[in-house]
């Protein structure tokens, strides 16, 4: 191969998926020795020789996020000061992407300021999945593979055999997303209206598109808070829906979110493992976590092996 042999290495963010991939892959995660100095300054130390190799990071940089990002660049500096062939960080889940632009004065554009960060440290390239923006790709002057997790959801979804699906996008923002999965799916396309009541103490939620007696599927990139997700489902069994589901890519889930969903009229929220699902979300019914390892391993396969990766951006 042009870049060596494969090697797989995973910071502290998300082991299990790292394990996860490393078992699709069918290679053993690679040896290092992560750890913090008192003061939680990272100390990092590749414990196995990997000049001339192809080396993959799998570390998503979710809560705390400071920490993980910090940790990633360190990790990638060690691996360009060893000579490595090829770097390439694998962020399932992006962390600093909702501020993509200066909508406000005096703002930062923080997601452009992690791509420099990821170049500068030594990345060679970037493998990530469903950003906020589509468009923070060109923010990086390195390759980006952008991954999508719609053929898990899709997949998921096609089992459930619902009759009357309507996808439903929570916002004017996740339209192309939600079209192109009840596109996939045959299924009615709707939109949340958000608006500020007219004292502006209170939002207000219209439904364009047809949802009643309809099961409703919201879709979005992340959850956060819940509450705009919350607030949908409550609009959309107020327009007579027959069933309200959610899915959502990246469970962030902080704050108040589990309390919310427990209270909602959302029936169900599917959510992927790009973050590492906290043990209170396992312990709930009504929040499902699909894996993204097998699709995570084939892109790294792909990239290894320098072909074609484009059948995954689907």
Do not use: W
């Not at 459930?160 to 996808?167: E, F, L, N, R, V």
Request: hydrophobic share 45%; with cysteine; aromatic share 6%.
């Amino acid at each position: 191969m042009q870049n060596g042999q494969l090697k797989l290495f995973s910071g502290s963010a998300h082991p299990d998926l790292a394990a996860e991939i490393a078992d699709y892959l069918g290679v053993a995660l690679g040896r290092s020795n992560l750890r913090r100095f008192s003061d939680t300054e990272v100390s990092f130390q590749i414990d196995e020789n990997i000049r001339g190799t192809d080396v993959f990071i799998l570390q998503p940089t979710c809560t705390p996020v400071d920490l993980h990002l910090v940790e990633l660049c360190v990790m990638i500096d060690a691996f360009r000061r060893s000579s490595a062939a090829r770097i390439t960080a694998v962020m399932p889940y992006y962390g600093y992407a909702r501020q993509d632009r200066k909508d406000k004065p005096r703002v930062p554009i923080s997601a452009k300021l992690v791509a420099n960060l990821l170049s500068a440290a030594g990345a060679n390239r970037i493998l990530t999945m469903d950003l906020h923006k589509a468009q923070i790709q060109a923010f990086f002057d390195i390759p980006v593979d952008h991954l999508f997790a719609a053929p898990v959801f899709i997949s998921f979804l096609s089992q459930a055999q619902d009759k009357g699906i309507t996808i439903v996008s929570p916002d004017a923002g996740g339209v192309e997303r939600a079209r192109a999965y009840a596109k996939r799916l045959g299924a009615d396309l709707a939109i949340i209206d958000k608006r500020r009541s007219q004292d502006g103490t209170a939002e207000v939620m219209h439904v364009v598109g047809e949802v009643k007696d309809r099961v409703c599927i919201i879709q979005d990139d992340i959850v956060d808070t819940a509450g705009t997700l919350t607030q949908s489902a409550a609009a959309l069994r107020a327009n007579g829906a027959a069933r309200v589901l959610a899915c959502a890519v990246h469970g962030v889930l902080s704050g108040p979110a589990l309390e919310r969903i427990a209270g909602s009229e959302l029936e169900k929220l599917v959510v992927t493992n790009t973050i590492p699902p906290k043990p209170e979300f396992v312990a709930t019914k009504r929040v499902e976590v699909l894996s993204v390892a097998p699709l995570l391993g084939k892109a790294i396969q792909s990239i290894h092996q320098e072909t074609s990766v484009s059948s995954l951006f689907v």
